[in-house]
Nanobody
Framework: QEQLVESGGGLVQPGGSLRLSCVAS????????MGWFRQAPGKQRELVAA????????NYADSVRGRFTISRDNAKNTLYLQMSSLKPEDTAVYYC????????WGQGTQVTVSS
């Protein structure tokens, strides 16, 4: 059964860091280009970071480039997003999926950046 389970969110002060994780099952994770998406209140879901199946290439939205790092461990079927220098505008629910959003969305993990 296809499943994406995100974790690692929380409340953090501006300038802080968080590491998100996404465990995938039933999607042949090792051959999928993957992405992290986010949706802020009242806004559309957007792709913020993507990574190729082998992990050799990554791409980022301009708003997070230089602050976020996407990575993966194919042996553990796990996708990561290391977020640093967080800003209030990073507040959103974060989701993982394939780069083309092929599978049912998980529950996401809430990231709140506030002092």
């Amino acid at each position: 059964q296809e499943q994406l389970v995100e974790s690692g969110g929380g409340l953090v002060q501006p300038g802080g860091s968080l590491r998100l994780s996404c465990v995938a099952s039933g999607i042949m994770f090792q051959i999928r280009a993957m992405g992290w998406f986010r949706q802020a209140p009242g806004k559309q879901r957007e792709l913020v970071a993507a990574i190729t199946s082998g992990g050799s290439n990554t791409n980022y939205a301009d708003s997070v480039r230089g602050r976020f790092t996407i990575s993966r461990d194919n042996a553990k079927n796990t996708l990561y997003l290391q977020m640093s220098s967080l800003k209030p505008e990073d507040t959103a629910v974060y989701y993982c999926n394939t780069h083309s959003a092929s599978f049912t969305w998980g529950q996401g993990t809430q990231v709140t950046v506030s002092s």
